[in-house]
């Protein structure tokens, strides 16, 4: 069965974006970012709510194509739509089954790019198995919560820990839901 890995980068207090999505202050470059980039071509599919796809477009993205090419995409969202979106890119209503029919697929584990109100309801419903955190060393005091409003209560267990330039750190924890 696959997994889902919900790797993402954070601040120290918790928030994966400032106030307005702003993530300037969070690492775009070094041995950490480089890092991130070489695991990305271990996933087949990303998982994503819209407003994470959304984001993408102030980066170049045009709508309706794929943010990672060498990836299948499914956006949930009950809003999304493209006339004619690439093959690669599936919007779905949220929808818990099409979740698991994924997780029960063959393939690589699946790439949860977020955000933050997508991946609480998938905590809430206990379908992130693996948490990947780019934890930057910066307080951002407000924006979008690793986990949005969810207060899901669980454990983790440290699998990995690596130090990069700049004080970033790519720290890997085992979900245990209680």
């Not at 071509?41 to 993408?56: A, L, P, Q």
């Not at 990672?68 to 949220?94: G, R």
């Not at 979740?99 to 790439?111: P, Q, T």
Request: proline share 4%; net charge negative; glycine share 12%.
């Amino acid at each position: 069965m696959r997994k889902i890995i919900y790797y993402v980068a954070a601040a120290l207090d918790g928030f994966i974006s400032g106030q307005d999505g702003n993530i300037s202050g969070f690492a775009q470059g070094g041995s950490g970012v480089d890092q991130y980039l070489q695991d990305l071509k271990d996933y087949d599919i990303v998982i994503m709510g819209r407003k994470t796809y959304e984001f993408g477009y102030a980066f170049g993205l045009k709508p309706g194509r794929p943010a990672y090419p060498h990836m299948q995409h499914y956006i949930f969202s009950n809003t999304l739509k493209f006339d004619e979106p690439h093959e690669q890119v599936k919007i779905h209503p949220p929808d818990l089954n099409i979740i698991r029919e994924l997780k029960a697929g063959e393939g690589s584990d699946i790439y949860l790019c977020g955000g933050g109100i997508f991946a609480g309801w998938l905590l809430d419903n206990e379908l992130i198995d693996t948490l990947k955190v780019k934890l930057n060393p910066l307080i951002l005091g407000q924006g979008v919560r690793l986990f949005g409003d969810s207060k899901k209560t669980c454990r983790l267990a440290l699998t990995e820990h690596q130090k990069y330039d700049g004080g970033l750190q790519i720290i890997t924890y085992r979900i245990d839901y209680t």
